[in-house]
């Protein structure tokens, strides 16, 4: 299992097929029926199997992050179905036609990747590409993607299938993005009538919709989650940065309080930390690396003389007597972030210091 796609044959066209596809593809792991081997498997890097398709299957399914049979669209059902948990985590299935005339999406067309797989194989293969998700064929918003290719994470799913229903069904659709990257929006031609871009969620209060997508890092108020969030959702854009300093041996457990208890304090989700920065120093400090890990955080390093290029509010002689900077934090979220303020200034609290800044986007332009 060694590249991201597995390619599965089972008829000597299908074989044909599979192998071009191993020559258009870098990313495919190619399996077909031992009857059909041609001697140079070996040095292809192409796994025969004996027996029938059935058995092999599941380990396929479970193995890479999509499936591509070569067979009918009804074959793949059954031999899927008992397998199926989850759209969040089930892997793109795509089949191809025994005469490779159509790629079809089969599962996971969004957030597994299956309708853009789709389009990658038809095109390798001179094919036609079938997509029945109502959104690509509407050329209209995916909620369950909106973002996704920035690193934006989706606090409340639960929310996702009615109102995708909403939008492929052209109701009154509100956009309130206070941050994040601004050009999410795929297509060429404009956005769709029944959908509105606004930038403020004071504005959007006297907007009237049949749903809502928000996209911000602020902790939301019970007023207005009462009145977006009843049918919206909820997108956190990776636009915190978290400038930090600690001493040395302090624990990830100390790091993580204050980073919590610093950004509740300015109401702002952890979701949307997009990384840490500190001095490069600290890039073995295993507090911080493990605060990173469990989070899943770059961390973000600078050496002293850059640390010192930036003016900070909260210069420190004893910081600048031990690691050659008047300050880690402050200069660390600034340069990372390339804020030109802080949400936070250097905030201490026992071994710990921290500041906040955010990524500036540029709001409105085409949208």
Known sequence: MTKLYAVVAITKHGTAIARQLQEKMADVDVYYPEKFARGDESSRDIKVFSGSVVQHVPTLFASYSGLIGIFSLGAMVRLIAPLLRDKKTDPAVVVIDDRAEHVISVLSGHLGGANDLTHRVAHALGARPVITTASDVGQTVAVDL?????????????????????????????????????????????????????HSIEDAKQQPFDAALLITPRLLSAEEAQTFLQRGVLYRPKVVVLGVGCNRGTEAAEIEQVIAETLQKVGLSILSVRNLATIDRKADEPGLLEVCQRNNWPLVTYTAEELNQVPIPNPSETVFKYVGTYGVCEPA???????????????????????????????????
């Open 146 to 198: 909106l973002g996704r290719a920035y690193g934006w994470s989706i606090e409340n799913f639960e929310n996702v299938t009615p109102v995708s229903a909403a939008v492929v069904n052209e109701e009154r659709i509100l956009i309130v993005q206070e941050a994040g990257e601004t050009d999410w929006w795929p297509y060429s031609q404009p956005l769709p009538g029944y959908i509105s871009v606004l």
């Open 333 to 367: 979220a600034r340069l990372s972030s390339g804020a030109e303020d802080w949400i936070v200034e250097k905030v201490r609290s026992g071994n710990v210091t921290v500041s906040v800044c955010l990524v500036p986007h540029q709001k409105g332009g085409s949208l």
